[in-house]
């Protein structure tokens, strides 16, 4: 029989209705787990002093009315960078530590309105700049398959959270990467839905034109069902779209994948990357063609020039966005921020300043339009398009010294659907020295519920969706 | 010599909204209690975005339509960032190179044209305040104005003369107030005033400009064309001993000291700020509908000009029609209208009479009008009868007047007007009770 931390939001459920626990219990035993790995992990940044409480008002609420709300008594970790009222918030910077919130953000408000618990705020890259957690002011995060790697980032916390099953289900988001390949290094399930699909109010602002939240979760479903809870339009964020949100649940559990027409895309085989990692990617796409779909390669432009757009257009409002910790407010200097927040800052306002701003700003949002541009063809004929989401396994703590472009090299395969703004379920496809690679299944902007169907079909026909005895590897 | 000065203005409008640019806030904050009207968006809090104002855009194309500039189809917002404690978010929300209205002009009374180079929207900063808290010299801010909308206009450096400055200033403020979008309240600061300013100088060594001189907020007409003749005169002086000519590198911003009466620099090119505009990530684009700019422009009153044409039309004397626009006095303009087929009422009188507070719009028109416009009887020689009856029954009286009391004439007049019971046209009375008392 499966443990409590082992289950899915579905059987979570269930138990609640067979009243084999309760919610107060379920809550107890994640906290329970978190005293014990956390000290090793370094996931949780704080804690909600309420969640039990809350688990207890919940349990009264399924005795009196059952379940009849979708994520009624689930227990998520929630990243840092979402406010969060009564639980502090810090993006993981020393120049917010200790900051209460005033106000609550918009998905963790529609997460809290479907029933969720909020375990407590992970740890994340510093402001959500990198894709190792160790940029964090407060220390990196470990791996729970080998705590001597990285977790990857920024949602790293989260994605640990998962893996290592410290909650149920936790929330993330991508700017590029940042769910896609923390979720891909712990091998767990990570989901971007489309820019302007799930509001960004109340989550602070890394690149606004790129920022999406996304849940990190067990499975397809899970992500499929917390994705649905936390999209929509969002009245307070004027990029967020008014078309209606499917029930991406209900688009799931198809049993095969005729009729599907995918593109693999040449130029994410990079010619560096490992064979082993090759290899597996390769494997998926013959799955996909055993599951009826048609697989072809397509090629794309060179991933190299994503980095370039993105790094120019993310460092140009990586500096506007934090102006705002000018150190008079919010208790701390801004000699607080750390290395990698500087760098960003000094780079982002260099790109801005005039006489560089047609040579790199507007550079880029040209070539940005050229990217969009030859997705929109590609999906003109393809119904997704695949690739490893990062180029190998989780790297060793310390990676990232020196290495002030770590996190671009490191999302070279992601950061193109993310300057176009594009939906991507990321899930484990095998592994390679004992640890997780993920592939990216990505779709046109609004797909959701065909990138979610083809990610569940194919997680639901593998066996990559694995969790480690942290017993064992912490 | 030949002196031409060359004058461009940046008009500040705060508009009247309900609500603030980019939140739900009162956008009204003048006398209210520090920071009661704030939320984490005009605060600038971590993780809050703006939600662009429907109502101000709406008042951010009127203005630009009654000043006959072309509404541009895709438009947007650009940050302009700059430090200052009173700037909660680091940057402004402002409009850089696609503002929503550009290229219109204003009419001068003489006919001349000034060109309005652009109307854009943007938003209002917090407000300082430095004053003494338990005896400690302290500043501290008030969030109310963040964020409340705020529309530049900026005109081509067309006026000649501070006169010219002037005029174009009333005439924005006027054409502000009667379209509804703001009472344009100088002493609340919701119109502030940015002349620029340098003298083209012409003289037998050639055609020569002066640098450019940019004079910062400035809260009345009267200082504004104080400071503009101020710095007219400071250019020429200037120019005259340094000969320094205007070029890419050499504007400075100004202050006005209304005490002083003078200019004083505040800085130099060479400290000017590079505000590193892009595009605001958290604002889509607009793409303005052609319907939805008409539907707005049906929407704009007749505007000042119109206005007083259209009672001139009607015989109105300028003068009077300029004060009962400026007043926007509607009611009187709407009965001068009404009245205007009406054969029995003059629409020139009846303008004249109620600008010279003789008759009031809302009492009964006709009635007042008649009684007021009533002619006396001008009759001198059954005047000249009743006069010298009255003369008779005082000769004291007219022995004082002939001996040097000219006063007495009132007596006169008053005992004649009594005895035709007002009837009398006063001016003809006075004219014949001064004849026969001189005889």
Known sequence: MKQLHELTIKEVHEGYRSKSFSC????????????????????????????????????????????DRELLGIPM?????????GISTTASSHILEGYMPQYESSVTSKLLAAGAIFLGKTNMDS?????????????PTHNPWNPDKLPGGSSGGSAAAVSAQLATAALGSETAGSIRQPAAWCGVTGFKPTYGRA????????????????????????????????????????????????????????????????????????????????????????????????????SLMDPKYAIGVYTVVQRSEVSSNLARFDGIRFGHTRDSF??????????????LSSGYYDAYYKKAQAVRTKMIDQFAEIFKTYDAVIGAVSPGPALSLGATKNQPMFGEMEDILVEQSSVAGLTSAGVPCGFVDGLPIGLQITCDQFQESKALMIADCYQRNTDFQQFPDIDKTL | MNITPLIGLEVHVELETKSKMFCGCPADHFGKVPNTQTCPVCLGLPGALPVPNKKALESCLKIGLALNCSINRLSKFDRKQYFYPDLAK??????????????????????????????????????????????????????????????????KPDMSSSAEAKEYLKKVHEIIRAIGVSSADMEKGQMRLEPTVNVCIENEAGIRYTPLVEIKNINSFNFAVQAIEFEIKRQVEDFEKTGVEKSSTNKTTRGYDSVKKVTFLQRTKEEAKDYR??????????????????????????????????LKNLGVERKDAKILVSTQNQVAIQIIHDYSDDDRIESKKLASLIVNGKLDPAEHVLVRYQELTKVGN??????????????????VLVADFKGGKIAVAGFFVGQAMKETKGTADPKTLSEVVLDLLNK
């Open chain 2, 277 to 310: 505009y892009f595009p605001e990530p958290d604002i889509p684009p607009f793409i303005i509908e052609e319907d939805f700019v008409e539907k707005i422009g049906k929407e704009l009153p007749l505007l000042p000009d119109q206005e007083i044409s259209s």
């Open chain 1, 199 to 298: 509001g960004r109010y109340g989550c602070i602002a890394m690149a606004s034109s790129t920022d999406s939240p996304g849940p990190i979760a067990k499975t397809v479903a899970d992500a499929a069902l917390v994705a649905k809870v936390i999209s929509g339009q969002d009245p307070f964020d004027a990029t967020t779209s008014p078309a209606p949100v499917e029930n991406y649940p209900t688009f799931l559990n198809n049993k095969d994948l005729k009729g599907v027409k995918i593109g693999m895309v040449k130029e994410y085989l990079l010619t560096d990357m490992r064979d082993d990692v090759k290899k597996l990617i390769l494997d998926a796409a013959e799955k996909f063609r055993s599951l009826g779909a048609i697989v072809e390669e397509v």
């Open chain 2, 378 to 395: 001008t009759d001198r020689g059954e005047l000249e009868k009743v006069i010298q009856g009255i003369m008779l029954a005082n000769p």
């Open chain 1, 77 to 85: 970790a929630i990243k840092d960078n979402f406010l969060t009222i």
């Open chain 1, 24 to 67: 107060v219990d379920l809550v107890k035993h994640f906290l329970s787990r978190i005293e014990k790995y956390n000290p090793k992990l370094n996931v949780f940044l704080a804690l909600n002093p309420n969640a039990i409480a809350q688990a207890a008002a919940i349990d009264k609420e399924i005795a009196e009315k059952g379940i």
């Open chain 1, 127 to 139: 402001f959500a700049h990198g894709s190792s957690t160790e940029t964090s002011d407060f220390g």
């Open chain 1, 338 to 351: 750390c290395e990698e927040t500087k760098r960003r800052i000094m780079l982002g306002t260099y790109t």
């Open chain 2, 90 to 155: 680091g940057y402004q929300i402002s409009q850089y190179d696609q503002p929503f209205c550009s290229e219109g002009f204003l009419n001068l009374d003489s006919g001349k044209k000034i060109g309005i180079e652009r109307v854009h929207q943007e938003e209002d900063t917090g407000k300082l305040q430095h004053t003494v808290l338990n005896g400690e010299k302290v500043t501290l801010v008030d969030f109310n104005r963040s964020g409340v909308p705020l529309v530049e206009i900026v005109s």
